[in-house]
């Protein structure tokens, strides 16, 4: 079955650095998005993607934050300067052309800002 | 501020037993509604999807929307050991939100033998 698949599955960061994690997503799927789930809290969206470019971002999604499609393959997601409140699981996820039939999720990035 | 409500449990229910979650949500507008299945440290997976008013079956689950009353419900026949996890409500947001999806905070179940 196809996979969502992110980079890393953990990664530890010191305040104010930055961070990219990495996402590959379903081959054929044409819409991306990232999610977050601080732990014990609900799944948040942050941020849609379609034909390059961002079709909805959330509150949460500041000018720290930015996504980008590299290459046919690879979506990341970057920020630029890490807060202690940006630990949390970040999912990555994609749809077909049909979103009505939901997304996949990967299996997520625990980031740890220190 | 478009809310899913979940009740968060944990809901408890013997083997073999139909476990019914239950989820509300504000927006009346909302155009899809999702169950997802979380375990812990591991990512949502889809269960199912409704639209139209009713129920929809899938194996041992069934799905039920009842969208003059803004409420979704997820029913697990013969829930197993192996359902224990915790059950995400999510709904697609009218107004131009077309494709995210707002979460509620889920509801734990813990089926026991």
């Known amino acids: 079955e196809p996979e969502v698949t992110q980079t890393p599955s953990h990664q530890v960061t010191q305040m104010g650095q930055e961070v990219i994690l990495r996402c590959v997503p379903i081959s054929n799927h044409l819409y991306f998005y990232w999610y977050r789930q601080i732990l014990g809290q609900k799944v948040e969206f942050l941020v849609s993607?379609?034909?390059?470019?961002?079709?909805?971002k959330s509150e949460i999604f500041d000018d720290q934050f930015s996504v980008e499609r590299p290459d046919g393959s690879n979506f990341t997601l970057k920020i630029r300067s890490t807060k202690l409140e940006d630990s949390a699981m970040y999912f990555c996820?994609?749809?077909?052309?049909?979103f009505g039939y939901g997304y996949t999720f990967g299996s997520g990035t625990r980031l740890t800002v220190v | 501020q478009k809310e899913v409500e979940q009740n968060s449990g944990p809901l408890s229910v013997p083997e073999g037993a139909i476990a019914s979650l239950n989820c509300t949500y504000s927006d009346r507008g909302s155009q899809s509604f999702f169950w997802y299945r979380q375990y812990s440290g591991k990512s949502p997976e889809l269960i199912m999807f409704i639209y139209s008013n009713g129920d929809k079956e899938d194996g041992r689950f069934t799905a039920q929307l009842n969208k003059a009353s803004q409420y979704v419900s997820l029913l697990i026949r013969d829930s197993q050991p192996s359902d224990s996890a915790t059950y995400l409500c999510?709904?697609?947001?009218?107004?131009?939100?077309?494709?995210?999806?707002?979460f509620g905070a889920g509801t734990r179940l813990a089926v026991h033998p």
């Open positions: 993607f379609y034909n390059n470019e961002i079709s909805e």
């Open positions: 996820a994609s749809s077909g052309t049909g």
């Open positions: 999510a709904v697609n947001p009218g107004g131009g939100g077309y494709n995210k999806l707002i």
